[in-house]
């Protein structure tokens, strides 16, 4: 990872299935970050007491203090718990910060645990306050004076085909454009998916030619060249290398050219 010295190794994961459309009970974002966290604690094999970080993404049930509500909420003494706001990048940037985080002494080991499900109760009271305002064209704000709502909701689609397509119609006015090559993104994508058991189209491979031909959303990006919101989760068990040899395993570290470390007697799995 860029900047990073590498002491920090990735030592337990866990995963909810990725799904189109729920098929379970809804769960609060609480218990999705509660059930991901004790998954990878859990894998890991380390003592829920040495987790001294947190790294979140938001909480439906909570606007506000997320790092606070989970540590209290999962009954863990954090040193350092941050929110983390990146879009797609989200899951990418809470390694990131954890790893950093563990290089900078701040943490022992650190959970980053983002929740995938918007699905969750509702209650069957309806609200006595003010109705919520609609979110356009996918914007991520439409409040009264955000950049959005002045400069962008008033031109139509907002959402992350429209913009796409317009670096890539810049793009072919600049340099040119052959819409088989950038097709093949979208077929290497789809191929390395394909290699996890637990994709959505696990064994659904797709071609250029499939690409080409599936319907346009925003000139020149097809269907099959846009991202499919799923329904699922992701926690990682991040810790330091004295941790790390505690545990049962190491599963990537953040510098490649590092060995692994050698498991020791200084802790057992739970």
């Keep these: 990872m860029t900047g990073l010295r590498g002491e920090a190794a990735i030592v337990g994961i866990a995963e909810l299935p990725a799904q189109r459309r729920p ?4 769960m609060f974002t609480l218990d999705q970050y509660a059930l991901l966290a004790k998954l990878a604690i859990e894998d890991a094999g380390v003592d829920p007491a040495r987790i001294n970080g947190l790294l979140t993404h938001g909480v439906a049930e909570s606007a ?3 790092p606070a509500t989970l540590c209290e909420y999962l009954g863990l003494a954090l040193d350092f718990g941050e929110r983390v706001d990146l879009g797609g990048a989200t899951s990418a940037g809470t390694i990131w910060r954890a ?11 650190v959970l980053a645990v983002v929740p995938g499900s918007a699905s969750v109760p509702q ?3 309806k609200s006595s306050g003010p109705a919520r305002a609609p979110n356009w064209y996918g914007a991520s704000s439409n409040n009264y004076g955000s950049p959005q709502a002045e400069f ?12 796409y397509a317009q670096i890539a119609q810049r793009y072919a006015a600049e340099f040119g454009y052959e819409p088989a090559a950038v097709a093949k993104i979208a077929v290497d994508q789809r191929t390395n998916a394909c290699a996890h058991p637990g994709a959505v189209f696990h064994g659904t491979p797709i071609t250029v030619d499939d690409v080409l031909a599936s319907p346009m959303i925003a000139d020149p990006i097809h269907m099959l ?3 499919m919101r799923v329904h699922g989760g992701v926690g990682v068990l991040l810790a330091n290398a004295d941790i790390a040899r505690c545990g049962s395993r190491v599963l990537a570290s953040t ?3 590092r060995p692994r ?3 020791t007697t200084c802790c057992t799995r739970r």
Aim: charged share 15%; with cysteine.
């Design 261 to 263: 470390p050698t498991p």
């Design 64 to 66: 506000m203090f997320a």
């Design 99 to 109: 790893a950093a985080a563990i290089e900078l002494g701040i943490c022992d080991a």
């Design 123 to 125: 209650s069957e009271r």
């Design 23 to 26: 098929t379970g009970p809804p």
């Design 225 to 227: 060249e846009t991202v």
């Design 255 to 257: 510098s490649p050219s």
């Design 152 to 163: 962008e909701i008033p031109y139509g689609n907002l959402g992350q085909n429209a913009p």
